[in-house]
């Protein structure tokens, strides 16, 4: 057990767990000198030591969780909080607004934008837990938001559409700098190969998807699938 003085713990994490961003409080145990020290390690925080390390493993798998390691002076103890998936729904539509609400329901959060220069703000606010979801066919919106989306290193990149439209998406990204590693991270057509034909039920496989990405899981994916599909 360990008892710690509030004041030890840096405000920093106080504000961040406000802010809701994924972060992991490192605590280092002098054992020689009967003292612990806190420090703050974000997910996006460049990788230090184990302890770091660790924190940034335990963040990506999106579950609160507790470790412990041995360190030079004594024990360190890893806790963390990752965020919530934060869904950024490019688009409107009857679809974008049951996406909303199933993202809702499972305790994330959604935003919806209509605009790259809005769907940048948001990514970049909140890029360790941005999961990109894109349903819009315009080019100037659609085309430049995912490269944004790729360039931040957000947790998930997906886009609806017929694979023509995945094709001309392809195509506008490569034309705009993006290497084929990224594009591997595009999951379009978007969601989960459960046979979806209602927007209920599509917007039920592009969350279970963003679920299993999240969570390291596998999982048959709709842009794998064999045969005609929906635009």
């Not at 809005?118 to 890029?127: C, N, P």
């Not at 991270?185 to 046979?195: F, K, R, S």
């Not at 209602?198 to 969350?207: D, V």
Request: aromatic share 4%.
């Amino acid at each position: 057990m360990l008892i710690q003085p509030l004041a030890t713990i840096p405000a920093e994490w106080w504000e961040l767990l406000g802010e809701g961003v994924g972060v992991a409080l490192v605590t280092r145990l002098n054992e020689a000198a009967d003292q612990a020290t806190s420090e703050v390690v974000r997910a996006t925080d460049a990788v230090r030591d184990d302890a770091g390390r660790r924190a940034g493993e335990l963040l990506a798998v999106r579950r609160p969780g507790r470790d412990a390691l041995y360190g030079e002076s004594g024990l360190v103890l890893v806790e963390a909080y990752p965020s919530a998936p934060y869904v950024v729904i490019g688009g409107g539509g009857e679809l974008a607004e049951i996406i909303e609400r199933q993202a809702l329901l499972l305790g994330w959060e959604a935003v919806l934008v209509t605009g790259r220069e809005e769907a940048a703000k948001v990514i970049e606010a909140r890029r360790d837990a941005a999961c990109v979801v894109m349903l819009s066919h315009d080019e100037e919106f659609d085309v430049p938001t995912l490269r944004d989306a790729l360039a931040a290193g957000v947790p998930y990149v997906g886009a609806l559409g017929s694979r023509r439209t995945t094709a001309r998406r392809r195509e506008g990204l490569i034309g705009a700098g993006v290497s084929e590693a990224q594009l591997a991270l595009v999951h379009g057509p978007i969601g989960l190969d459960l046979g979806a034909r209602t927007p209920a039920e599509t917007a039920l496989a592009i969350c279970a998807e963003i679920l299993g990405v999240l969570g390291a899981r596998k999982a048959g994916a709709l842009r794998d699938a064999e045969g005609p599909l929906n635009p």
